[in-house]
């Protein structure tokens, strides 16, 4: 019913950027919250950072200063600046979204595949 695609994973030098962006689509009827999560190497899934649909956002003590979380809420879509990146970096990414597909649905969270950032030092 929802799915959603990240795309911009890859890899680069310490000390490099990368823009992740994130796209929702089918049966969409709101969405409220949007985020990024990562899952380092034999570490569990964390939040990265959050946005509302008003663009409030939070982020990990970790990637403060240096990550942005932005939203596009005509194109639900949304993307993770992230700058200075280091190899404490290295994670998969996910995108999550809080959908309600109709209004009598109620709110679901909906998770991308993830995508892959690799930072060589």
């Known amino acids: 019913q929802v799915q959603l695609v990240e795309s911009g994973g890859g890899l680069v030098q310490a000390g490099g950027s990368l823009r992740l962006s994130c796209a929702a689509s089918g049966r969409i009827f709101s969405i409220n919250a949007m985020g990024w999560y990562r899952q380092a190497p034999g570490q569990q899934r964390d939040l990265v950072a959050t946005?509302?649909?008003?663009?409030?956002?939070n982020y990990a003590d970790a990637v403060k200063g240096r990550f942005t979380i932005s939203r596009d809420n005509a194109k639900n879509m949304v993307y993770l600046q992230m700058n200075s990146l280091e190899p404490e970096d290295i994670a998969v990414y996910y995108c999550?979204?809080?959908?309600?597909?109709?209004?009598?649905?109620?709110?679901?969270?909906?998770w991308g595949q993830g995508t892959q950032v690799t930072v060589s030092s």
């Open positions: 946005i509302t649909q008003a663009g409030r956002t």
């Open positions: 999550l979204a809080q959908v309600m597909i109709t209004r009598y649905s109620g709110w679901a969270q909906y």
